[in-house]
């Protein structure tokens, strides 16, 4: 099972918005409404932050939100914050099986 | 509160094998699956396999069968995951992740995580 895709870094300043995306395939993510988003610091536990292509867990701000187009998922972080600043990585449901993407570094200027 | 705890850190010899246990309370341990995803340092997060509690059923990547066994002791709500043949390249942190439902497919709705335990492989 071939890992999803995504960007290796993105960046934005305080207070804009950006765009993770995703791209698998039909087996995946064309496939399923199961998508999932995940954020990590440095030295923790992954956090869920989107499931189901766009459902928040409780907690979550609401400047986070989740898409999907075919066989591409996004994760978009709108007013950035310093706290954002973390890796991202998207999953996918596949044929009883998970797969990840590779991660994507988000640096806040 | 939900909470998965792991056992700790571990280091093994090459061709060794790692036992990891993640002990789970707040909820019925057997209605959730439970995920195993281990991260190489500085690498990004990969799926090792599933258990389901209630069936014992697993479902294992392909790139792990053969090495990884999943199990599970319902009376103290407990898995575990064991991966053998280590390898350097085995050297990562692991972690423990409830999933959903055991009723429903196994997708990746990790609510829940352990605090990881780091399985060093070295000679």
């Known amino acids: 099972q071939s890992a999803l895709t995504q960007p290796a870094s993105v960046s934005g300043s305080l207070g804009q918005s950006i765009t993770i995306t995703c791209t698998g395939a039909?087996?995946?993510?064309?496939?399923?409404?199961?998508v999932s988003w995940f954020q990590q610091h440095p030295g923790k536990a992954p956090k869920l932050m989107i499931y189901?292509?766009?459902h928040r867990p409780s907690g979550v701000s609401n400047r986070f939100s989740g898409s999907k187009s075919g066989n591409t998922a996004s994760l978009t972080i709108s007013g950035l914050q310093a706290e954002d600043e973390a890796d991202y990585y998207c999953?996918?449901?596949?044929?009883?099986?998970?797969?990840f993407g590779g991660g994507t570094k988000l640096t806040i200027l | 509160q939900v909470q998965l705890v792991q056992s700790g850190a571990e280091v093994k010899k090459p061709g060794a094998s790692v036992k990891v246990s993640c002990k789970a309370s707040?909820?019925?341990?057997?209605?959730?699956?439970i995920h195993w995803v281990r991260q190489a340092p500085g690498q990004g997060l990969e799926w090792m396999g599933w258990i389901n509690p209630n069936s014992d059923g697993t479902n294992y990547a392909q790139k792990f069968q053969g090495r990884v066994t999943m199990t599970r002791d319902t009376s103290i709500s407990t898995a575990y995951m064991e991966l053998s043949r280590l390898r350097s390249d085995d050297t990562a942190v692991y972690y423990c992740a409830r999933g959903g439902w055991v009723v429903i497919p196994a997708t990746p709705v990790y609510h829940y995580w352990g605090q990881g335990t780091l399985a060093t492989v070295s000679s």
């Open positions: 189901e292509v766009s």
């Open positions: 039909t087996s995946d993510i064309g496939g399923y409404n199961s």
């Open positions: 707040g909820y019925t341990f057997t209605d959730y699956y």
């Open positions: 999953s996918s449901y596949t044929s009883s099986s998970t797969v």
